[in-house]
């Protein structure tokens, strides 16, 4: 009976890789974690498609264009499918035409699934059943997060600097380098899409 349980248990666990968010952090991560500065970026490679643009992504060079909607995945997070589904239906539609917003995927799970699981579940078109057609970056668990004017790491991993985020995680990044706004719907969601999508524009109305 109790190697029923288990197998049952393990079981459960495979089919959530990629859907959880971690719960603890090491000590020494939360101390970095509370002297990090508000304005963040990071360099990370990408999946080097020719929907990336560049084999090395830069979040400050990307901010230089406007907010960028970072959205965390992993390859078998079925949320993160949901959400890049409507992304990109919202791509088609024309709902970015007239935006200065960029879109942005982070795999966030590199000690668990490879480069292969990303692009065979995102990367390509015609042959992905969630075809990314914007940036996918590819951070490692050694990855840092720098600070924004000065581009120094500051010793904290870009996980843990971005809140430990589970899969999925939407996060809209201000020009400047700060977190303005996050979600973590697990489903894809017209409205909470819509809040952080006009979240700088309603900043605006609201003063």
Known sequence: MLREVLMACLTTMMFLSGCIQPDTMMD???????????ELTFSAETLDRTEDATSEFSLKEQLEDGPVM???????CTGC???TDMIREKMDEGVFEDSNMTVVSVHRWGEFETKADVQTVFGTFNESDHYT?????????TTEAADFETEIDTGTSLYSA???PGTPTLQVIAPNGVLAWQSKTYWANETVFED?????????VEE
């Open 196 to 204: 952080g999508f006009s979240f700088f524009e309603r900043q605006v």
């Open 162 to 164: 971005y809140g430990n």
């Open 28 to 38: 020494g991560e939360t101390s970095e974690t509370n002297q990090l500065p508000f």
């Open 70 to 76: 970072l959205l965390w995945i992993g390859a078998g």
């Open 81 to 83: 499918h949901d959400w």
């Open 133 to 141: 057609p914007w940036t996918i970056v590819m951070p490692t668990p």
